[in-house]
């Protein structure tokens, strides 16, 4: 059963960082792709980030100034994201999910599957 | 960047009304649009993909049209637990923007 298995919930102080993890359930982790998503309360989901978990490329949103960094450990089977400088304003559920690449040729970048989310709240 | 605007932002609507939300790209993602729905407390699921392409498992009142800029998601007899938050999402290049959502309610 494919599953992607995020850390659990963090509570960290203005100007600190966090980091999650997103372990890969029942495939290998290098096949596809993982992205990074947040959903502040009440708010639409915001995309973060991705990295191809094969070769550790990365793209990130130019609305996070450079503060979130992606990466993976392939022999762990689990992708990080971490993001520094963290305001009230971070304070989400953030989610990690597959996109399936190219198949058979085809892009297909959607989200087949997600984590089930970690709590991050950002508090004085 | 291109922008993903969805109307209506919320609507209300019978137990087995015809629902259409609408989804409009800020320039031309061929099919590149995917469908999800999100219920009260919960994790994304997606719906459609190739902005016309059903994921498997989900129900057939789901159905997906456009191409281009303009896209829509129908749900042909609105179900109690349809009730949700829809998205829609370019995939075809970053940013993977995600709409403002649309909030399904039952009247």
């Keep these: 059963q494919v599953q992607l298995v995020q850390s659990g919930a963090e509570v960290k102080k203005p100007g600190a960082s966090v980091k999650i993890s997103c372990r890969a359930s029942g495939y290998s982790l290098t096949n596809y792709g993982i992205h990074w998503v947040r959903q502040a309360p009440g708010q639409r989901l915001e995309w973060m980030g991705w990295i191809n978990t094969g070769n550790g490329d990365t793209k990130s949103s130019p609305k996070l100034q450079g503060r979130v960094t992606i990466t993976r450990v392939a022999s762990a089977n689990t992708a990080y994201m971490e993001l520094s400088s963290l305001r009230s304003e971070d304070t989400a559920v953030y989610y990690c999910a597959r996109d399936l690449g190219k198949v058979r040729g085809v892009i297909s970048y959607y989200f087949d599957c997600w984590g089930q989310g970690t709590l991050v709240t950002v508090s004085s | ?107």
């Design chain 2, 1 to 107: 960047d291109i922008q993903m605007t969805q109307s209506p932002s919320s609507l209300s609507a019978s137990v087995g009304d015809r629902v259409t939300i609408t989804c409009r790209a800020s320039q031309g993602i061929t099919n590149y649009l995917a469908w999800y729905q999100q219920k009260p407390g919960k994790v994304p699921k997606l719906l459609i993909y190739a902005a016309s392409t059903l994921q498997s498992g989900v129900p057939s009142r789901f159905s997906g049209s456009g191409s281009g800029t303009d896209f829509t998601l129908t749900i042909s007899s609105l179900q109690p637990e349809d009730v949700a938050t829809y998205y829609c999402q370019k995939y075809n290049s970053a940013p993977w923007t995600f709409g403002q959502g649309t909030k399904v309610e039952i009247k």
